[in-house]
């Protein structure tokens, strides 16, 4: 059965970092273009990263950019998103995504997205 499994999802002070894992299983997910959404509170879901099946091309929200790192290791099948100097606006759900039907364009977005995690809470307060 196909599943997207986030952690790392928690609590922290601006300025620190977290780093997100994303667990696939049912499918290997080193073929696959994947990525990371968020959403906060009142506002629509947003594209962070995501990162082409090759490794070759990503793509970073501006919002994001030179702050956050996504990463893939094909051995464990598993996508990261690292965070580093985080911000109270970072706050939000972020979701683990995979485009098993190929859609999205990495160098133009991560819109098109077709399989979803549940999602880990990321709270930047002090």
């Known amino acids: 059965q196909l599943q997207l499994v986030e952690s790392g999802g928690g609590l922290v002070q601006p300025g620190g970092s977290l780093r997100l894992s994303c667990a696939a299983s049912?499918?290997?997910?080193?073929?696959?273009?994947m990525g990371w959404f968020r959403q906060a509170p009142g506002k629509e879901r947003e594209g962070v990263s995501c990162v082409d099946s090759r490794g070759g091309t990503t793509y970073y929200a501006d919002s994001v950019k030179g702050r956050f790192t996504i990463s893939r290791d094909g051995a464990k099948n598993t996508v990261y998103l690292q965070m580093n100097s985080l911000k109270p606006e970072d706050t939000a759900v972020y979701y683990c995504?995979?485009?098993?039907?190929?859609?999205?364009?990495?160098?133009?977005?991560?819109?098109?997205?077709?399989?979803w995690g549940k999602g880990t809470l990321v709270t930047v307060s002090s």
């Open positions: 049912g499918f290997t997910s080193e073929h696959y273009t």
């Open positions: 995504a995979a485009d098993l039907i190929p859609t999205v364009v990495v160098s133009t977005g991560c819109d098109g997205m077709d399989y």
